[in-house]
């Protein structure tokens, strides 16, 4: 795989080591591949993504991380014929422990479906194999500047605060220990619910420069603010504990390892820019909501743009992975994404279906690394559509009934309306 190396810029110089406009793209299909490939070389067994919709885990709604289908392995229930695997993962993070529904269109970071890639030891390797193959992955593979990265561990993880300092040469200022679960603070600690596997973690993150810090009281500065400087790219579990419903943590069968690394945001430091959403799919996404709109992506309109690309790709690879939208549960998560897609439609004065074009885009663009999503076209574009016009028939009402009140108020120059009387404007 011919793998082009992304811009890496000096902190100290500001300055790309070559000149951005020379700068091959790394797209995010090479990234992919490129990351099941190192793994592979380092034993281990490519493994494919699990469904989006979990058909045995009454504990979640969507799959919310790579390490949701060996739940049972770390827990010694079953076991496979491998002891390390890596996979790029389909995750949705909108319900429940892992919700950045909310976040989606306020930062550069947060996506509702993103592509999580993740390596993993069952009883096998643990912290210096994990913490060394991980740094060598982004410096020597994917050519980060070491000098912008930063580490966490947690609090009194001496181990993987020495294998940076000591093994891979980490200057100490840019290493953090974070966290307290016992105060309540669960930063580097991590579970993917309130019961289940879980353990301390050491984070890589990425400094994105002066240019991106926030003006945080106590200062901008990792584990102090959430600005998008500090970009978090790979999160390395350790996995020790089982949490029960009462919240004990019970020592594991075994220690393992189970890491994510979000694919989109790796890819935005590779292609040299500050935005999740600048990155070449999703760009083509943008592009194509801009069509549809007639309008350029900019300003507020990009924002609303950004956030019907993310929800365009939540709808189509959770209606391809066989949900529908409904009242309750995991159906209603998909409603409400969809329905937040559709006010940012007509924050954009697009009061026609339109996001059923998009999901089509997403198929075009992501159909062939997740080929359901060719499959399952036509389910996407009908179930899509039919939401869609359902929603707006009802919003239409509800909007002219709105104006209607306003009128009656105008004109008897009343400055309240009963709710009785606005359903007799609905009859
Ligand atoms: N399972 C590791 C993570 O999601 O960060």
């Not at 919003?395 to 009343?414: D, H």
Request: hydrophobic fraction near 35%; glycine fraction near 8%.
């Amino acid at each position: 795989l011919p793998l082009s190396r992304g811009p890496v810029a000096s902190l100290e110089t500001g300055r790309l080591s070559r000149p951005r406009n020379e700068v091959p793209i790394v797209t995010l299909s090479e990234i992919r591949a490129r990351f099941l490939e190192f793994f592979q070389e380092h034993g281990h067994t490519v493994v494919a993504s699990s469904t989006l919709v979990p058909q045995d885990d009454p504990t979640l709604l969507f799959t919310n991380a790579g390490m949701n289908q060996f739940k049972a392995v770390f827990t010694g229930v079953e076991t496979r014929d491998y002891k390390r695997a890596a996979s790029c993962q389909k995750c949705m993070r909108v319900s429940g422990k892992h919700n950045d529904l909310e976040e989606v269109g306020k930062d550069a970071r947060h996506h509702t479906f993103f592509e999580m890639l993740g390596n993993w030891s069952f009883g096998d390797y643990y912290k210096q194999e994990s913490l060394r193959w991980g740094y060598d992955f982004l410096v020597e593979d994917m050519g980060l500047d070491p000098s912008r990265l930063w580490f966490s561990v947690y609090k009194d993880d001496d181990e993987a605060f020495d294998i940076f300092a000591k093994d891979l040469g980490v200057p100490t200022d840019r290493i953090v220990r974070l966290g307290d679960i016992e105060k309540g603070d669960e930063e580097n600690f991590w579970s993917m619910g309130d019961v289940g596997p879980c353990g301390p973690c050491a984070e890589m993150h990425f400094d994105q420069g002066e240019a991106m810090a926030c003006d945080h009281p106590d200062g901008c500065a990792l584990g102090v603010c959430d600005c998008d400087r500090w970009l978090e790219l790979w999160n390395h579990v350790f996995m020790q504990y089982d949490r029960d419903q009462e919240g004990v943590l019970r020592p594991l069968p075994m220690k393992s390892v189970d890491t994510g690394l979000g694919l989109e945001r790796l890819a935005a430091v590779l292609q040299g820019v500050d935005s999740n959403y600048k990155t070449d799919l999703f760009e083509r996404l943008i592009a194509c909501m801009a069509g549809i709109a007639g309008r350029k992506p900019e300003g507020e309109a990009r924002i609303s743009m950004q956030v019907i690309a993310d929800h365009a790709r939540a709808v189509a690879f959770t209606l391809a992975d066989g949900a529908t939208p409904s009242n309750d549960g995991r159906g209603y998560v998909i409603r409400r994404i969809l329905r937040r897609a559709l006010r940012h439609g007509y924050l954009l004065e697009v009061e026609e279906p339109f996001l059923y074009k998009v999901c089509e885009e997403v198929v075009e663009t992501m159909g062939d690394a997740y080929p359901e999503l060719r499959e399952q076209r036509d389910r996407i574009v009908t179930i899509c559509r039919q939401e869609e016009e359902r929603f707006l028939r009802t919003l239409g009402a509800g909007i002219k009934i709105y104006g209607e009140i306003r009128e009656l108020m105008k004109a008897e120059q009343r400055t309240e309306v009963s709710g009785a009387e606005a359903f007799k404007l609905h009859d």
